[in-house]
C-alpha cells in the first residue's frame, strides 16, 4: 500500500505524514528488518501535550538490537530522534526487538 502525496493530504494529515517521513530518515542508518509507525495523536486530541506534539508508537525489529537490553535499545531510537524529540514529538511507545524476539505481553 503507498501513502498519498502530502498535497492529496488534509493539512493536519500532511504535517503527520511529514513527520513520519522525518522519523523514517532519521532511523534509516538502523538496519531494521520491519519498521512500523503509527501516529496515534489523534486519540490523544484534548491532553495537555497534544498541543505542542505527536503522539507516535513506533515497532522496529532490528539486528543491531541483539544483545542489548531495554534501556540501550531505546537509547539507540532517543539518539536518532533527538531533534525531533525536542519539541515535535510529545510521546512515543516502542517495541524494540532483535530477530526472532517475541514481544512482551
Do not use: K, N, W
Not at 33 to 59: C, P, Y
Not at 65 to 94: K, P, S
Request: a neutral charge; aromatic letters at 2%.
Amino acid at each position: 500500500m503507498t501513502e498519498p502525496a502530502p498535497q492529496e493530504l488534509a493539512h493536519g494529515e500532511s504535517a503527520a505524514h511529514e513527520l513520519t517521513t522525518q522519523i523514517r530518515a532519521c532511523l534509516r542508518d538502523l538496519p531494521a528488518l520491519e519498521l512500523e509507525i503509527e501516529d496515534q495523536s489523534a486519540a490523544h486530541a484534548g491532553h495537555a501535550g497534544a498541543r505542542t506534539g505527536a503522539h507516535f508508537r513506533l515497532r522496529v525489529v532490528s539486528p543491531a538490537f541483539a544483545g542489548l537490553g531495554r534501556l540501550q535499545r531505546h537509547r539507540l531510537i532517543y539518539e536518532r530522534l533527538a531533534t525531533l524529540m525536542a519539541g515535535r514529538i510529545h510521546a512515543l511507545t516502542m517495541s524494540l526487538l532483535a530477530p526472532g524476539e517475541t514481544p512482551p505481553l
